[in-house]
């Protein structure tokens, strides 16, 4: 099981991920084409690997985990599959035309792959590669593709951050609903967005 956190940085994107022996546990960050790997004890550790297209570039970089410690980045023309332990990157989605936007957020939730892009909700097969469909369309669920977050929650359930709070998607029925609205404790523009619960 892996635990993750997304925090947008100026250099990048850092990915706090801390796995089972099945992943290689560790804090990752981008930086330029590079995946860095550091560990909470001793600091850095070395670069994973450096592959050109691998990601978006330090402001709009997006890195999140999946099932057996994957590793996914947001590349410059599909999304790409780290493997920490060998070192080697790949890119496992090729964009087509359901890309009508920059793409946004990225989050997994089972065997599945999703990403924002304007007001809709993409679901891509990261074992295959292929585009799945689009599980709606709902203005004011994001707040932008590159201000798009999105985290995984239980029962197959996605949060996005959206216009004036955060909305859940319901990725079997293809729903989403505003299930908290912002009131007067928003004092600034929201930043980092993670759910947490029992496995």
Same mark, same amino acid.
């Given at each position: 099981m892996i635990t993750a956190k997304n925090v947008r940085l100026g250099c990048g994107m850092l990915l706090l991920a801390i796995a089972t022996a099945s992943a290689v546990p560790g804090v990752y960050l981008t930086t330029g084409d590079s995946l860095l790997r550091y560990?909470?004890?001793? %600091?850095?550790? !070395?670069?994973? $690997?450096?592959? #050109?297209? /691998?990601? +978006?570039?330090?402001?709009?970089?997006?890195?999140?985990? !999946? #099932? $057996?410690? +994957?590793?996914?980045?947001? %590349?410059? =023309?599909?999304?790409?599959?780290?493997?920490? %332990?060998?070192?080697?990157?790949?890119?496992? &989605?090729?964009?087509? #035309?359901? @890309?009508? /936007?920059?793409?946004?957020?990225?989050?997994? =939730?089972?065997?599945?792959?999703?990403?924002?892009?304007?007001?809709?909700?993409?679901?891509?097969?990261?074992?295959?590669? /292929?585009? &799945?469909?689009?599980?709606? *369309?709902?203005? !004011?669920? *994001? +707040? $932008? =593709?590159?201000?798009?977050? @999105?985290?995984?929650?239980?029962?197959? +359930?996605?949060? =996005? @951050?959206?216009?004036?709070?955060?909305?859940?998607?319901?990725?079997?029925?293809?729903?989403?609903?505003?299930?908290?609205?912002? %009131? /007067?404790?928003?004092?600034?523009?929201?930043?980092?967005?993670?759910?947490?619960?029992? #496995?």
């Amino acid at each position: 099981m892996i635990t993750a956190k997304n925090v947008r940085l100026g250099c990048g994107m850092l990915l706090l991920a801390i796995a089972t022996a099945s992943a290689v546990p560790g804090v990752y960050l981008t930086t330029g084409d590079s995946l860095l790997r550091y560990d909470l004890n001793t %600091g850095f550790v !070395g670069v994973v $690997g450096t592959f #050109p297209g /691998a990601t +978006r570039g330090s402001f709009s970089d997006l890195l999140t985990t !999946g #099932p $057996g410690g +994957r590793i996914y980045s947001l %590349g410059n =023309s599909g999304i790409w599959q780290w493997d920490v %332990g060998q070192g080697t990157a790949s890119q496992i &989605i090729t964009f087509g #035309p359901e @890309l009508t /936007a920059a793409p946004g957020g990225m989050a997994t =939730s089972g065997n599945s792959l999703y990403l924002t892009v304007g007001d809709s909700l993409l679901q891509y097969d990261p074992d295959t590669g /292929a585009f &799945i469909g689009i599980v709606g *369309t709902f203005p !004011g669920a *994001t +707040r $932008g =593709s590159l201000s798009d977050l @999105l985290t995984s929650g239980p029962g197959n +359930r996605i949060y =996005s @951050l959206g216009n004036s709070g955060v909305w859940q998607w319901n990725v079997t029925k293809g729903t989403a609903s505003e299930v908290i609205t912002f %009131g /007067a404790e928003v004092t600034s523009t929201p930043g980092g967005l993670v759910s947490l619960h029992s #496995p």
